[in-house]
Nanobody, 123 residues
């Protein structure tokens, strides 16, 4: 099970950190990461970490501002979001995949989704 937390309201330029715990340790051979969905838009890939080797992948729209990281002991993945913009406003979802895929940016590749957490960036 994936348990996400850490959303909230922040001003433009501010920071937030999201957390997602894999309580069942189901994704230790695959990947954990984040998608987001803004009102009226499709779900969008944000970032992913390949668990066995720690390789990370970030969407171009967040590169240089967002960083995905992990705590292997806690089996938790984090999304540090800096320099937030109004267009980052969305519901953020933690996702898990049991085995690696090169199509990691496609929402259809994920069967396991955590509950969403709202991130609102106000101007």
């Amino acid at each position: 099970q994936l348990q996400a937390s850490g959303g909230g309201l922040v001003q433009v330029g501010g920071s937030l950190r999201l957390s997602c715990a894999d309580s069942g340790r189901a994704f230790s051979s695959g990947a954990l990461g984040w998608f987001r969905q803004a009102p009226g838009k499709e779900r969008e890939f944000v970032a992913l970490m390949r668990w066995p080797n720690g390789a990370t992948y970030h969407a171009d729209s967040v590169k240089g501002r967002f960083t995905i990281s992990r705590d292997r002991v806690k089996n938790t993945v984090y999304l540090q979001m800096n320099s937030l913009k109004p267009e980052d406003t969305a519901v953020y979802y933690c996702v898990g995949r049991r085995y690696w895929t090169t199509s990691y940016g496609q929402p259809s590749m994920y069967a396991d989704w955590g509950q969403g957490t709202q991130v609102t960036v106000s101007s």
